[in-house]
Structures are given as structure tokens and as C-alpha cells.
Nanobody, 116 residues
Framework: QVGLVESGGGLVQPGGSLRLTCVASGSIFWNRMGWYRQAPGKERELVATATRSSITNYADSVKGRFTISRDEAKNTVSLEMSSLKPEDSAVYYC???????????WGKGTLVTVST
């Protein structure tokens, strides 16, 4: 069965760091994997993605602060977040699309709250 499960969210103070990890289950080869986020009252937006060939894409708002990485052997994608700001608070969703047909899959999300 195919699925994405996120972990690592939580409460952190401004300027702090968090690491999110997503594990993809199922015997599937993934092309693009990454993270999106959705804050209350806002649309879901791209945070960072990485292709199978390690091409990365970041939202301007997180460049220099967030780093995406993949472990193909473990079928995971991680997001290292530093210098967190209150505006980074959101539900973070793992995203992955299959290599063969580009079918998208989403995780259920993990909440990140940046606050004092």
C-alpha cells in the first residue's frame, strides 16, 4: 500500500530549528518529492522539492534557511528548517509523485508552530 507519513513537527521558538521527515511506503519509484505548507486562511504553497536527479526548488521565503534532502535507499525526504519565523507556522505536507506516471501523493500533514 502506498502512503506518505510525516514526522517531526512541533512547537519551536523564533530563531529555532526543526527537522521534518517523510517516509514513503510502497514499492514505487518516486520522481519529485518535497514539502508544501498551509497556514490558516491561506492556500497551500510550495516549500521545497527535490527530483530524483537532485534538482531542488525552494520558495523564496525559505531560501537560505531550509534544506531539503532525500534518501533513496530509505525512501525518505527530509526538511531541515532553521532560523524559523512565526510566519513559517503552518501544517506541512509531504508530497511525492510517481516516476512512471507522475501520480501525486500527499501525507496527512504535520503541524509546525513558531511562537514564544
Amino acid at each position: 500500500q502506498v502512503g506518505l507519513v510525516e514526522s517531526g513537527g512541533g512547537l519551536v521558538q523564533p530563531g529555532g530549528s526543526l527537522r521534518l521527515t517523510c517516509v514513503a511506503s510502497g514499492s514505487i519509484f518516486w520522481n519529485r518529492m518535497g514539502w508544501y505548507r498551509q497556514a490558516p486562511g491561506k492556500e497551500r504553497e510550495l516549500v521545497a522539492t527535490a527530483t530524483r536527479s537532485s534538482i531542488t526548488n525552494y520558495a523564496d521565503s525559505v531560501k537560505g534557511r531550509f534544506t531539503i534532502s532525500r534518501d533513496e535507499a530509505k525512501n525518505t525526504v527530509s526538511l531541515e528548517m532553521s532560523s524559523l519565523k512565526p510566519e513559517d507556522s503552518a501544517v506541512y505536507y509531504c508530497y511525492a509523485e510517481t516516476l512512471r506516471a507522475g501520480i501525486p501523493y500527499w501525507g496527512k500533514g504535520t503541524l509546525v508552530t513558531v511562537s514564544t
